[in-house]
């Protein structure tokens, strides 16, 4: 039985054209800026994004801390979502690499409103920290990849311009905002201070990630990724994975939209299992258990039947579209889940 793997979006296998860039990628030492294929890359999605500069790093998570540790002092207060990820599965990150105090805001759907900003910033005075940077993450993971509402990020934007904060932007999964909104990436990112985003999610790439910004917060950037040890050397092997990504699978992202659409209409007929249609928006569906089981059972279960999934909480298990599941696996997984539960 052929394995069905919902687990996420990151567990794609690079395609045979991704290979295939991969072999014929023209290299050289990056450290040194001597990488065609990295300087292409960089240059590319900066154009995608209407910024001057980008900074290819292997990992998001580089990406975000070294968004926020460029742009932050020690002892500043950043306000994050709850459930984000930069706070969630980045190690105590902030704390660590920058020495932020993270205020955690409980939100609906991700969005700190321009209100809850307003709300939680800080009188000054001699005891207070500083409260000066936002991070928003959009697609929302562990909000099901929720869409953050465009008309509030702008309201948001100008709170921080009246405080003087920095807004940070963990764009993950922004390519699935950008398909399913058809607003583009430059407007999408627009109101941030800093970007990063991911090669290596829906988009297929294997590893790495961008950071997006002016030349002058690239040029810090630089030096900070030297710092966590992430110059690499001819990476344009990989990065050509990125670029094929970029320029090949941003638009079949629809695809995914739809299957993980699909799933969940199918799956929410089940009388054991509960799923909020309306926050299913991009390639995320996220799955309430109505039953004895807890979801590391319930994924045990499945793994029995060949379909992998994440327990997302003790009662929540969370299915995740991608490249590599055709709309027949997807017809076969729900098959085969209602197996199971029926
Ligand atoms: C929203 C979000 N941000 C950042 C990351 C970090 O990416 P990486 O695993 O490449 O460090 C992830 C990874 O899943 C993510 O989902």
Redesign the pocket.
């Known amino acids: 039985m052929k394995p069905i793997d919902l687990r996420s979006d990151?567990v794609t296998k690079p395609s045979a054209g991704m290979r295939e860039a991969i072999f014929t990628a023209e290299v050289g030492d990056d450290v040194l800026g001597d990488d065609p294929t990295v300087k292409e890359l960089e240059r590319y999605v900066a154009g995608l994004f209407e910024r001057e500069a980008a900074l290819y790093v292997p990992?998001?998570?580089m990406a975000?801390q070294i968004c926020l540790k460029v742009n932050s002092r020690r002892g500043w207060e950043l306000l994050c979502d709850r459930e984000c990820?930069v706070v969630n599965?980045e190690c105590a990150g902030p704390v660590v690499h920058s020495g932020l105090l993270v205020n955690l805001l409980t939100t609906e759907r991700g969005m700190i409103t321009a209100e809850m900003v307003r709300e939680n910033i800080r009188p000054s005075s001699l005891h207070t920290p500083d409260t000066r940077m936002v991070a928003l993450?959009n697609t929302h993971?562990r909000h099901g990849g929720t869409i953050l509402p465009q008309d509030e990020i702008l309201r948001v934007r100008e709170v921080c311009n009246e405080f003087g904060l920095i807004l940070h932007l963990?764009g993950?999964?922004i390519w699935n905002a950008h398909v399913a909104t058809g607003v583009s990436l430059a407007e999408l990112t627009r109101p941030f201070d800093s970007i990063s985003c991911?090669l290596?999610?829906g988009l297929g790439a294997p590893i790495g990630?961008v950071m997006v910004g002016s030349n002058e917060f690239i040029k810090k950037c630089l030096r900070e990724r030297k710092l966590f040890g992430g110059g690499m050397r001819q990476v344009g092997i990989i990065a050509a994975a990125g670029l094929y990504a970029v320029k090949n699978n941003i638009a079949r992202l629809a695809d995914d939209h739809a299957n993980a659409r699909y799933l969940a209409e199918e799956l929410h007929q089940l009388d054991s299992l509960e799923i909020d249609l309306s926050r299913v928006q991009t390639n995320i569906v996220v799955l309430q258990l109505k039953m004895e089981m807890d979801s590391t059972e319930l994924a045990g279960k499945f793994k029995e039947v060949g379909v992998l999934a994440l327990p997302f909480g003790p009662k929540k298990m969370r299915l995740v579209t991608h490249l590599d599941v055709s709309r027949a696996d997807c017809e076969e997984a729900v098959g085969r889940i209602k197996s199971i539960l029926n």
Do not use: V
Request: charged letters at 25%.
């Open positions: 990151t990992s998001g998570t975000n990820h599965y993450e993971n963990d993950a999964r991911c290596s999610k990630s």
